[in-house]
Structures are given as structure tokens and as C-alpha cells.
């Protein structure tokens, strides 16, 4: 296993992500436990410890999951991450309730690592209200050792990371950021990277495969890759070219099964760098894959839980993105027939609940409206 320096600690530089854990019949709610107990077993015999979970991540039920599998291990094997859950603006006056719900549910005493989650151009105003007493109470909770270094996520655009750093920069250690080597210049990653340099904030790596999409390429797409390495593996490519860029610390895969484990832990056994013609390659393959057309869902589920209708609103920009990429086509139709119609796109009442947590900010009602237009 690969280690970071943070502080002091050396941190695996692969990080068991916790939003999608394996779970039972399709049901995003139901963790299968068992599975989860396997896979952190493996992790932690092959070196991993850093363990990344959050409030809203399997309807609430990731924290219990993880919490109760680390528990069979010494505290000081490893070390957890949770967040404070303000991509839901009704949470923002519930900072203490939800901090003390969370370490019983994690069943620990205090967190290694804790995250004000999902700053973007939505919660940024209240993050920032001092009557919420966000950052004081936490900061009172690192003073007490109920939290050991304080950080943030963040999906906001150039200007929302700045202001955030502009007022809370002095306090926060690192940096939770969505970036791989499509959204390196898709989302401004580069630039966002730089920014935190000039904090001297270490950058926590989210979505490196982008939703799983760059682990699961098109063949042209892939033969692209293959023609450079024949022997590296899609995946790998990704975390390669992450582990190049100076600042990232710990990449976080939200690992779904023991085989994408084994693979993932085969990539971070040891430093095997890009070279600069691979690393050329790698940015011009994504900027390729980029369809303007698309809407960059990373299928975090956050909308599911607000939405009125029960629409399964990842599975239906998937096939929006397909339908739209492709300019129509069978495939759409087909997955929709075996949907209920009153889980379909035309189900969808605008009320823009889902829009109000989504941490890429996607207008989804517009999205559902011209789905159905394409229809």
C-alpha cells in the first residue's frame, strides 16, 4: 500500500469511500452487512486505513454499516471520516444533534477526520452564517478531541471555493475534491488544485472514476489507452493520474464488491507514475469524452431522498445522457418500458426538490421535461 504523510500520519492513499456500499436486492437503504465486513476484512489485511462515510449516504444507514464492521479493530487501526450534512438546508440548525447521532452511530468516541460536506453555490451563504454556530460548535468539538482535524468537500464552482476559503481557509487542514482526469479541466480542477496550493490546504480525491464511468470505458475509448499500456487496467489509469498531482493525499473509492477492492488494491501497491506523453493522452481522451450535451451526474442519490414522486432521478439522467449523446436510439425506450409509468420521466412534477440538494447543481426538472420532449 501507498502512504501519504498528513501531520504526522501516514494515511493510505487509498480510501474506502462508503456511498456505495454493497446492498441487498437493488435497495440503495439496504447495506448487506455481511459484505461490507468482508471487504473492510480485505482492506484492512492489505493495508488500507482511512475510511470515508457521511449522514445522507445509504439513506442514513453507511454510518451504521461501516461503524459497526470497523468496530472488530483497535481505534488506532484506522481512520474515519463522517461530515456534517449541510447539503440538506434544513440541517443547518441541527449541527450538535446531528454530530452526537452520528459518533453513536459510527459507534466511536471522536472522528480522525470531519468534513463540512458539499460546499457549493446552494449552502454557501448558510455555511457561512455565523447564527447557524456551524464552524464554532465544531471547532469546540476539535478543541475537546471529538474531532481530530477539520476539513471540507466541496462541488461549488471557482468563486464558492474561494469565498469559503476567504472566511474559513485559517481552519480547515484539507480539501475534498471532485476530480479525475475528465473533470481536471471539465469542472476546473486544475484550477482548484492551484488554489488550495496557495492555502497550503492537501487535496482528498471524490469521484475519482467519475460515477464509475472511467471505469468503464468504450472500446475505442479504451484501445486509446490500451495502445500506451497494454498491460494497465482502465481503472488504473485514473488513479495514476491523480497520484501525479502534487497535494492529493487520499483517494476515495466507493468500492461496490471484493473483485473492484482486489483490482484498486493492486493499483496502489506501488508508485507507478504517468509519463508525460500518457498524462497528455489521458486529459486529451477526456476532453473527448466530454459531451456538452450531458448532464454530469456522479449518481450520489441526495435528490432520491427529496423527491415527491419516488423517481429513481440517477438511473433516469442516465438514460437522459445515453438518449441525448446517442440522438435517440433503442436503448432509452427499452430501459423505460420496464419502468413503471409512474416512475418515468413524465412523472416528474418540476417542483425542483431533487435541484435544491444536488451537489452538481443539474437542472433536473428542465432535464425530465425535454426527456419527455425526446420521447
Not at 501531520?7 to 487509498?14: A, E, F, T
Not at 470531519?114 to 455555511?127: G, R, S
Not at 491523480?242 to 496502489?268: H, R, Y
Not at 476532453?287 to 451526474?297: D, S
Request: aromatic share 10%.
Amino acid at each position: 500500500m501507498i502512504y501519504k504523510e498528513f501531520q504526522g500520519l501516514m494515511l493510505s492513499n487509498l480510501g474506502m469511500g462508503c456511498m456505495r456500499l454493497p446492498v441487498v436486492d437493488g435497495n440503495d437503504a439496504l447495506v448487506d452487512q455481511a459484505a461490507v465486513e468482508r471487504m473492510v476484512s480485505l482492506a484492512m489485511a492489505r493495508g488500507v486505513n482511512y475510511y470515508d462515510t457521511a449522514w445522507g449516504y445509504h439513506a442514513g444507514n453507511s454510518e451504521r454499516a461501516i461503524g459497526k464492521a470497523l468496530s472488530a479493530y483497535p481505534r488506532d487501526r484506522f481512520f474515519l471520516a463522517d461530515k456534517f450534512p449541510g447539503y440538506d438546508l434544513s440541517n443547518m440548525g441541527k449541527v450538535e444533534e446531528i454530530f452526537q447521532a452520528q459518533l453513536e452511530k459510527c459507534q466511536v468516541e471522536y472522528f480522525d477526520f470531519y468534513l463540512f460536506h458539499n460546499v457549493c453555490e446552494l449552502n454557501i451563504d448558510a455555511y457561512l452564517n455565523p447564527r447557524y454556530g456551524i464552524l464554532t460548535y465544531l471547532l469546540e468539538q476539535k478543541k475537546n478531541g471529538r474531532i481530530r482535524h477539520l476539513g471540507f468537500s466541496c462541488h461549488g464552482a471557482m468563486p464558492v471555493l474561494r469565498r469559503f476559503l476567504d472566511a474559513y481557509g485559517a481552519h480547515m487542514e484539507f480539501c475534498q475534491l471532485q476530480l479525475n482526469y475528465v473533470d481536471w479541466i471539465f469542472q476546473g480542477g486544475k484550477e482548484k488544485v492551484e488554489l488550495l496550493s496557495q492555502f497550503q490546504i492537501p487535496v482528498w480525491v471524490m469521484e475519482p472514476l467519475r460515477g464509475g464511468r472511467l471505469a468503464r470505458l468504450g472500446e475505442s475509448e479504451a484501445a486509446v489507452l490500451q495502445a500506451l499500456h497494454p498491460q494497465r487496467s482502465v481503472p488504473a489509469w485514473a488513479f495514476r493520474f491523480l497520484q501525479g498531482i502534487p497535494g492529493v493525499t487520499v483517494i476515495l473509492s466507493g468500492m461496490s464488491d471484493a473483485k473492484q477492492m482486489e483490482d484498486n488494491l493492486s493499483t496502489f501497491e506501488a508508485e507507478d507514475p504517468l509519463t508525460e506523453q500518457e498524462r497528455s493522452r489521458l486529459l486529451a481522451l477526456g476532453e473527448e469524452m466530454t459531451n456538452p450535451k450531458a448532464l454530469a451526474c456522479t449518481g450520489c442519490r441526495y435528490c432520491t431522498t427529496h423527491c415527491p414522486q419516488g423517481l429513481d432521478i440517477p438511473h433516469l439522467l442516465a438514460l437522459y445522457n445515453e438518449h441525448r449523446f446517442t440522438g435517440g436510439g433503442f436503448i432509452a425506450p427499452m430501459a423505460l418500458s420496464a419502468i413503471a409509468p409512474d416512475k418515468q420521466p413524465g412523472a416528474c412534477i418540476g417542483c425542483r426538490s431533487c435541484e435544491a440538494v444536488c451537489p452538481q447543481q443539474l437542472h433536473i426538472s428542465e432535464a425530465m421535461a425535454d426527456f419527455r420532449r425526446l420521447l
